[in-house]
């Protein structure tokens, strides 16, 4: 859709962008369609998609177009209304599957190999972690500038937290391409980056050890000045922001080892 367009839509509806549920709607069109090819790079034709936030439908337009299958999370009922009479047709023989609520209490039900979306920036973080447990292949997301950098970036520097260390122990992360604000209406306060995560052949952390793996990490990473043997029963003098993903889930296997003798 057009910048004038989507003003014309909201408009008629009542509705406006709505600042609390991050809503910055994509109006070039030439982006939305690489986004949805990047999206769909290596997928199955007819491959299952999951959104987040279609908003008025930029990029879902241009999966559907692609012969995606998508299920569609949107937590605004006007952009809902909207949307089920954009995609009647879509709706209707099946291709587009669209649940209005919260995406984060929706996605633990859902299974599919490739999550995308422009994701609402308030909530991205949590978003990026539930996504994350659904073991899709390929997760492409737009997040803000900094987020993206966080995922992407390397042991020792002030960014690299338990978020770089979860994402990176599943998945390899590449920050595509950088978006300039002037692509979304509103533009968004901040610089925003297209982030790809694909899912590792051998993710360093099995499943069902994901939970107690994070929280291991998160404690580690919970005062950031202390030594990990001040915060976890290691001896490891090292601060967390030193170790490695792999380094993380070496330790971690040594508490477990010693939990067998008492340790942990
Ligand atoms: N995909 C559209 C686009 O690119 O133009 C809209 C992107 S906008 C940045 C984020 C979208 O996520 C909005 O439509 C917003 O209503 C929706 N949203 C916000 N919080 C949500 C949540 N918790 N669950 C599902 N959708 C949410």
Redesign the pocket.
């Known amino acids: 859709m057009t910048l004038t367009e989507i003003r014309a839509v909201l408009a008629a509806r009542g509705l406006r962008p709505l600042k609390q549920?991050?809503?910055?709607?994509?109006h070039d069109r030439n982006l939305a369609a690489w986004l949805a090819e990047q999206a769909l790079a290596g997928a199955e034709p007819g491959a299952g998609v999951v959104e987040?936030?279609?908003?008025?439908g930029?990029?879902t337009s241009q999966l559907l177009e692609r012969g995606a299958r998508v299920i569609a999370?949107?937590?605004?009922r006007g952009?809902c209304i909207f949307l089920r009479e954009r995609f009647a047709a879509e709706l209707a023989d099946g291709r587009l599957d669209l649940r209005h609520g919260?995406?984060?209490e929706l996605l633990p039900q859902l299974r599919a190999p490739v999550i995308c979306?422009?994701?609402?920036y308030y909530?991205s973080t949590p978003l990026l972690m539930e996504s994350l447990r659904l073991d899709a292949r390929r997760l492409f997301f737009v997040v803000q500038k900094e987020v993206g950098q966080r995922l992407a970036s390397a042991p020792g520097g002030k960014i690299y937290g338990g978020l770089s260390v979860l994402v990176q122990a599943a998945c390899t992360v590449e920050l595509v391409r950088t978006l300039p604000g002037s692509v979304f209406f509103p533009p968004p306060e901040v610089a925003s980056v297209a982030v790809l995560l694909q899912r590792r052949e051998q993710p360093l952390v099995a499943a069902e050890d994901r939970a107690r793996f994070a929280a291991f990490v998160q404690r580690g990473f919970s005062q950031r000045r202390k030594k990990l043997s001040n915060l976890l029963p290691v001896q490891d003098g090292r601060r967390a922001e030193h170790l490695s993903p792999e380094e993380w889930v070496e330790l971690w296997r040594g508490t477990l080892a010693g939990s067998c003798s008492g340790g942990l």
Do not use: Y
């Open positions: 549920l991050g809503q910055n709607f994509l987040i936030g279609p908003g008025l930029a990029l999370l949107e937590k605004d952009l919260d995406a984060l979306g422009n994701l609402p909530i």
